[in-house]
């Protein structure tokens, strides 16, 4: 059974510091995703990976894949007010069906 | 575009009831999806499409209906309601061809008495 998790749950951090979230699957995938979501709204696509050693990059967000390990990473740098939300990861349970398994959420706070 | 729709934004049930929460898109994509969003907690796939006339199981299907008559439309249907049916549900899509990008939509929040 493929399983997601995510760490950590929660994170609070000064602005201008840095910081990464990692999410961790059970079992082989060819896909993984990183959302966005802020409180009360819908999900926003970050990044898409899909081969490892992928590496995304947007704004202040940054995203690994690492398949052997099977592992990804959403490295923030220099944080920022407007970066506050909860961050999904996802993976795909089986080829090109988006049988998509959610992480449960980092939910990250950034403060002054 | 108007991406992905969904109708209506908030409905509260009364066990047992049944009701229709509608899911619509125009960018022509292929595969569409319904999630549910319990709170504190990530998204649970509860039925998708790879096409019309073609539908799945995902992780927590007991209790909804789906049918994909047309590429624009992905109508999820609860058959008697219940109070653990009260959830945040998510209708997604993307095209089948070269990007795995989804589109969701913005949500309906279902509470079931």
Known sequence: ?????????????????????????????????????????????????????????????????????RLSTLHITAAVHDLSATYFCAVDRAYNTDKLIFGTGTRLQVFP | NAGVTQTPKFQVLKTGQSMTLQCAQDMNHEYMSWYRQDPGMGLRLIHYSVGAGITDQGEVPNGYNVSRSTTEDFPLRLLSAAPSQTSVYFCASRTGFSSYEQYFGPGTRLTVT
């Open chain 1, 1 to 69: 059974e493929l399983k997601v998790e995510q760490n950590p749950l929660f994170l609070s951090m000064q602005e201008g510091k840095n910081y990464t979230i990692y999410c961790n699957y059970s079992t082989t995938s060819d896909r993984l995703y990183w959302y966005r979501q802020d409180p009360g709204k819908s999900l926003e696509s970050l990044f898409v990976l899909l081969s490892n050693g992928a590496v995304k990059q947007e704004g202040r967000l940054m995203a690994s894949l690492d398949t052997k390990a």
